[in-house]
């Protein structure tokens, strides 16, 4: 996988991904990145690429051609056009199964917008796919590309290690992760659930899958709606809810 970024913050990019689990497939060749500083293709005096928006209002835009030319620059050398990332809050949100789709690209470019935003007329003829990370403002792209490669970058065939990629799993089915313990045994007062050091595999993986379910059920419950459960989970899910909700109801009476 080959990660391009435009970007007036090429430092940023490379700094954060050449760290951890990313910087060390960058190493092995797994992953390259490039970060393209836009302002070198600023072909005026003062490397300017910023100016009024038309019509005015509040703050700078992006001009087109600097990031016209940062763009070309990198489709002539890979010989193609590739798919273009504009990381925008008005865009789709990202999610586990857009970071698995675009694992199978061989090369990706994220194009990070700053001020208020970029001409619209570069966005039309570059842009293959507009993606926010959420629904909160950020000051510029550079964090939501970084987040976009690095979910990528764990879907990439030999990223992760075997220890590592076993965590894969957990979204895959729409359940969030287990609890889970380390030594010592006991911690401020707190015990490790006796189940996980029965040594008994079928109660610890059954104990596992039922904690993933309860906490995707009282904190994601949005996802549940997709995950697979059997007519008994499903019955568990709503004995659990029915108790939740008495919970809560009990509060409201009391406060
Ligand atoms: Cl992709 N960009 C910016 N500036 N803010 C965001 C975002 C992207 N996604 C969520 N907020």
């Given amino acids: 996988m080959n990660f391009h970024v435009l970007t007036l913050f090429p430092e940023m990019i490379l700094q954060g991904m050449n760290t951890s689990i990313t910087g060390r497939a960058i ?8 970060a393209v500083n836009i302002r070198d293709y600023a072909f005026n005096k003062h490397q300017k690429v910023d100016d009024y928006p038309y019509g005015g209002g509040a703050g700078m835009l992006m001009q087109a051609e600097p990031v016209y030319l940062a763009y070309e620059s990198i489709a002539q050398r890979i ?16 999610n586990q199964s857009m970071a698995r789709e675009m694992a199978q690209e061989e090369d990706l470019v994220f194009l990070c917008g700053h001020y208020e935003g970029i ?5 039309e003829e570059i842009v293959t796919d507009y993606v926010s990370i959420g629904d909160y403002v950020l000051t510029g792209g550079e964090l939501p590309a970084m987040v ?3 979910s990528i970058s764990r879907m990439v065939p030999g990223v992760l290690n075997n220890q590592e990629s076993g965590e894969t799993e ?7 992760e287990y609890p889970q313990y380390s030594r010592p ?5 707190k015990k490790v659930p006796d189940v996980l050091l029965s040594g008994h595999h079928a109660n610890i993986e059954k104990w596992r899958r039922e904690q993933s ?6 904190w994601r419950p949005d996802l549940l709606k997709n995950a697979d459960l059997t007519n008994k989970e499903w019955n568990e899910v709503r004995q659990w809810k029915k ?5 809560a109801d009990r509060k409201d009476s009391e406060s």
């Fill in 27 to 34: 190493a092995r060749g797994l992953l390259s990145i490039e």
């Fill in 79 to 94: 010989g193609k056009k590739p798919r273009v990332v504009f990381l925008t809050p008005q865009g789709k949100v990202f």
């Fill in 119 to 123: 001409d619209e007329r570069v966005l």
């Fill in 148 to 150: 976009m490669m690095d």
């Fill in 170 to 176: 957990s979204f895959a089915g729409n359940l969030l």
């Fill in 185 to 189: 045994e006991e911690w401020h007062g």
């Fill in 213 to 218: 379910i309860l906490r995707t059920a009282r």
């Fill in 243 to 247: 108790q939740w909700k008495s919970e």
